[in-house]
């Protein structure tokens, strides 16, 4: 079979054959192509082509765009070997010449072409990991010159100068009549090259690499590591209680072994912990907050591999009424570093590229700890991204969150496929589960849950209280913005009292826009309130502001199976289960003669939304709706509200749903009276599945939850 042209190119290049190169180079502007992420100057340097390199190499160095040709299957194995770690920062992105060179560490031929190339901003950016990620050394930029520090010594080029260094010594034995057996041949250990603790001064500057495991003793604790630490894929294990304290310096290429104690204390706004594994059994009893790794982070925490299983118990100090405790599998929390007058901006802390695995862990708690468990951080308040959960993970009076437990500034790609499950016999707890979160509070944007949630509520309250089962896809209160996610897990509740459940989340007060849910929905309990998207949709009011919970360019193809064995108010909706008006207290006077009236001034609605999924079956159940369940009827007949910008928002239009028996909408409720009535369609309209996944609503929705992945 004859040659492709990429593979007559390759070829040529692989025997850096310069008269086959020249002769395809006459047909073809070869400086500016690149077979899939290589461009030709970046094979030559990774093939090393030192014939075909020194002919061309000037020209193509001008060279900065290029048309794309096929990627042989060859040039990938090679480039994971040349590599190594780094390799996962060029997944998409373009090999270019001057970070090939950079991967080869040829540092002086980086130096030499920098200025001539003048590369982007984003291959600024990867030089910069590229030499972290091997040597934890941070490169700079001057002007149209680059600094790269001295890189450590190779095994190779150690031996290489031991050899040297053997045949100098002998050769002045020699020279001065010195007899050898006086002289040691064997070379010192380079300085910073440790095989114990007790080589280390964490408090110090210095730059530590791993030669072999090391052991932290029980209850050992220093106030700050502020040194560098480069594993070289050696293990730290902290025995029972150990604590490393304030993490101002570096760590990568670790593994860290724990029993569930905090390994810092702190991680700083000037630290980083990169490429380590973490693996912890805990058994622990907690009456304070904390994370695996840290209870506060403000630095970079970035390709953290991290393995959890054992027992965590929430317990409460004596006579504590609410503890708050707040727990998180990688820190407690994400937090940030406030704008100052030195630091006009807010820092960050960061955790990305992470993954988590929980083996069969389980929680406990008591209702006086008030407990809760996020899988990578108890609160966010930094950036949190491109990470991933999964496992399982099992509670009891304490709640559950597959991604953090309060969301306050940015969830962004973030993946569950964690199973959690939560039961409670308490009175006086009301089991909660949130597939990524159970409080927003600012920003998720492009996450998916597809892992199994289960809550059961064993107990049906007391004269003091009536606790519920509450679950969401992805979060269980969203009181901001819910965009570009999906949940696609099956969501299960068992409650002997009530019941709310969403697809997307249980209780919603703001806005969740371009969304998607599927699987089963399976709800037995005494009443429920459940939707596809939400469960319950909610009214914030303060001042002059008020929010309402709003589903907009949303699909769900979630099948209810509702099993109800109360006779109070239940219902479940495709898109909304209960929608409530918002109504204000108004005074008509004053003094004596003045009287409170109810005005209304808004609500939630549905708008831009198919609803493509079932009601499998039901026992008992009030008011089902293909769109709503139950909402207030001033919304219904009025379908319309003032923002507080003075613009006018329609409650519901432009929805599509399956032609069936059920209605649009279950019922409306007065909020005077309480009294139900059944009403007609509004803003919806029925089609068949196919004209629905063929309607321009239903694909906009589609590839904006595409657009990230």
Known sequence: ???????????????????????????????????????????????????????????????????????????????????????????????????????LNKTAKVKAVYPVVRPSEAVRSRLKEIYFIRYALPVTFRGRGIEIPRRPLSRREKKRLALA????????????????????????????????????????????????????????SVQEVNCTIIGEGHAITLEEGASLGRLNGALSDVKIVSRGTP??????????ITDATLNVTAELEATESLGMLAIVNYGKISGLTATIGGNLSAMAEDGAQSADLIFGGIVGENSRVSASAMEPSPQYGTIENCTVTFNNFTLNGVVEANASFGGIAGINNGILQDCSVQGDISSDTLDIAGVCYVNG??????????????????????????????????????????????????????????????????????????????????????????AIAGGIAARNLSNITYCATSGDMSISASSATAGGIFGRSEVQIGGFYYYCGFADMCVSEMKFDIALSGDDLSCAGGIGGFIIEAVQDVSTGEGDGSQTMKKYIGGGGVTNCAFLGELT???????????????????????????????????????LYLPNTLPVFGATIAAADSALSPVGPLGAEALSEAEIRASKLYNDIIAALNAEE
């Open 617 to 655: 079956s039901t026992s008992n159940i009030s008011y089902f709706g293909n769109i709503v369940g139950i909402c207030g009827k001033d919304i219904y007949y009025k379908n319309s509200y003032q923002m507080s910008d003075g613009s006018e928002k329609r409650n519901f239009e432009g929805n």
């Open 409 to 498: 500034h940015v969830i962004s790609r973030v993946f569950s496929e964690a199973n959690l499950s939560q039961t409670s016999d308490d009175a006086r707890w009301s089991p909660t589960i949130g597939g990524i979160v159970l409080e927003n509070d600012a920003t998720i944007e492009y996450c998916k849950n597809s892992g199994k949630i289960s809550v059961t509520n064993l107990s049906a309250g007391d004269e003091e209280s009536s606790p519920s089962a509450l679950m969401g896809g992805i979060a269980n209160e969203n009181n901001s913005v819910i965009r570009y996610c999906r949940s696609d897990g099956d969501l299960s509740a068992q409650s002997a009292s009530m």
């Open 165 to 220: 260094c053997v045949g100098i010594v002998l050769a002045l034995a020699i020279i001065i009549s010195v007899p050898a057996v006086t002289l040691s041949l064997v070379p010192l250990p380079s300085r910073g090259e440790i095989t114990k603790l007790s080589q280390m001064d964490l408090a110090s500057n210095s730059t530590y690499r791993l030669k072999k495991d090391i052991y932290v003793p029980k209850s050992f």
């Open 263 to 272: 390994v810092f204390t702190v991680c700083t706004n000037i630290s980083s």
């Open 1 to 103: 079979m004859a040659q492709s042209f990429e593979e007559r190119l390759l070829d040529a290049i692989k025997r850096d054959d310069l008269k086959a190169f020249g002769a395809i180079a006459e047909g073809a502007r070869v400086g500016a192509l690149r077979l899939g992420r290589f461009p030709t100057l970046s094979l030559l340097y990774l093939f090393g082509a030192r014939k075909i390199l020194k002919a061309y190499e000037e020209n193509f160095l001008k060279i900065n765009a290029w048309e794309q040709a096929a990627e042989p299957a060859s040039i990938s194995a090679l480039f994971i070997k040349k590599a190594g770690k780094c390799a996962r920062l060029y997944l998409d992105e373009v090999v270019t010449p001057i970070e090939a060179l950079m991967l």
